[in-house]
């Protein structure tokens, strides 16, 4: 499935995909998530392609999943994010990431999959899941706490704030942070360095490292899938959604 806010290019053996729709601040769309699901099933079978490089337009990274398609059609994009996320965990060829600009929901848990992440001093990342109605997604309810302990992934779950390239440095969930101008270039250097390895090395070295959790890791997306998508009809979520749309804050006050 093809859309144009889902870019792809082939160049020196590395595909970039991209996400392209900075009038949305790269909101995630069902048909985005099909059109990288296909990229990422793709670069897995064809030899051409040596190492694959997300990233997304200069201001942005990704702002999540759209929140219109979370309010009008959840089972739908349950389906399609359930589809983009097994592609990009059985991808078999090494992902690079460049991010500048947010990254926000989707658009930081995307990183747990990613082998080598670099971003500019003022990247902004969230994961807003708690604060929206719903819960983690991506298999990050798992990989979060193994990677960075507890406490400091209920920090960034629970409050779901903002927080700095640096602390996702501290944290680990990014590589190394540069001056945004030099994140592309730098993470499309590494990328070409990965892609230059001997090819079936590279391939088992990253299974192995993947391996033994892979599995684990499916199962508990679909965890995950199977309480947000229920979660999105709530009240709590509907209050959430219906507030950004309406460009107000959300009034939680009510709940029990
Ligand atoms: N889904 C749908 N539309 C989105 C979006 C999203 N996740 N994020 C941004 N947009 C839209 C805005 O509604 C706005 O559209 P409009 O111009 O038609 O009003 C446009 O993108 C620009 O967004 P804006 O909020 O004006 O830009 P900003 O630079 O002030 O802030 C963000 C950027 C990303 C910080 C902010 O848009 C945001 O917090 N988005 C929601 C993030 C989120 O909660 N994602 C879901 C996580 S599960």
Sequence with gaps: MSTEHIVTELQDRVLTI?????????????????????AFSGASTNP??????????????????DLGD??????????????????????????????????IGVG??????????????????QMP???????PEFGSSLMLPAMMGHPRAAELVLLGEMFSAAKAREYGLVNDVLPDAEVHAHARAQALKLAAQ???????????????TRE?????????????????KQPEALEALGAFMQKRKPDFSKFE
């Design 18 to 38: 991209r996400f392209n729709r900075p009038d949305k601040k790269n909101a995630v769309s069902s048909a985005m998530y099909n059109a990288s699901a296909d």
């Design 48 to 65: 051409e392609v040596r190492a694959v490089l997300l990233t997304g337009t200069d201001d942005c990274f990704c702002s999540g999943n």
């Design 70 to 103: 979370f309010l009008n059609s959840g089972d739908a994009v349950g389906a399609a994010v359930g589809r983009f996320m097994r592609s990009m965990v059985d991808c078999s060829k090494p992902i690079v990431a460049a991010v500048t600009g947010p990254a």
């Design 108 to 125: 930081t848990t995307v990183l747990l999959h990613c082998d080598l992440i670099y971003a500019g001093e003022k990247t902004r990342f």
């Design 129 to 135: 899941f708690v604060n929206i109605g719903i819960c």
């Design 198 to 212: 001997p090819p079936q090395a590279m391939r088992t070295s990253k299974d192995l490292l993947k391996r033994w």
């Design 216 to 232: 684990r890791v499916k199962e508990v997306i679909g965890v995950e899938i199977n309480h947000f998508v229920p979660m999105l």
